[in-house]
């Protein structure tokens, strides 16, 4: 198994981005997000710009979701846990990406086969727009994870079957699909999906869109997804 623990080293750029991301969701996106793509134009973009190596992983990424789109959602989620925690092994942007923080396309974080915790999340949340679940239902969930004595900022996919259902975690770190009332490690400290910014107690605020959240939809668009 793969070490995907992340280090304390990450905690400041890592809330940084969040908060920017929590912030630009809902203009990026609007009502009702889809994300379509051609699969075998995807599987020969990433060949052709990062290698044959890259070609593969995307094919298997494809091969996923067509298996996964005639199952249940339950079953989605697992697919998509499965695959993702399993296609990357964990690192730091600095050393993925040589900058503090950045927010890699799916395409990208197969063709470099790692990432960190966000760019888990990203790839987990587009696979299961695709398969057609419901935007309202996922939401990046900021929290503190504890890790032995340290506590850490660290993000997750949150997936809520009704709006005031306690979400499923979907976790870079613990391979299980787990209520959150199972993950005692996890502290929240806000969600954020294309609706708005959701803070413990139910607050709940808009969100305005910035930069970064859009050059990571523009760099897909390049890449030909339709989001």
Known sequence: ???????????????????????????????????????????????????????RAVGSWQALLAQAAGQDEQEKLRLVNSFWNNALIGGEDITIWGQVDYWATPLQS?????????????????????????????????VRAQIGSQSIAHMVLGYYPQPQAEPLVLDSLVDRIQPARNRPDLTPVFSFNAQGVYMPGGKQSSVEGIGRWRDLLSRMRSEGFQP
């Open 1 to 55: 198994m793969p070490d995907r623990q992340p280090t304390a080293a990450r905690v400041r750029p890592l809330l940084q981005g969040l908060t920017a991301l929590a912030l630009c969701l809902a203009l990026a996106w609007g009502p009702a997000p889809a994300v379509s793509f051609d699969p075998e134009a995807l599987v020969s973009h990433a060949r052709q710009r990062y290698g044959a190596k890259a070609g």
């Open 110 to 142: 197969l063709a470099q086969g790692s990432g960190d915790c966000e760019d888990y999340v990203i790839g987990k949340y587009f696979s299961l727009l695709h398969l057609g679940v419901a935007p309202e239902k996922l939401r990046f969930v900021y």
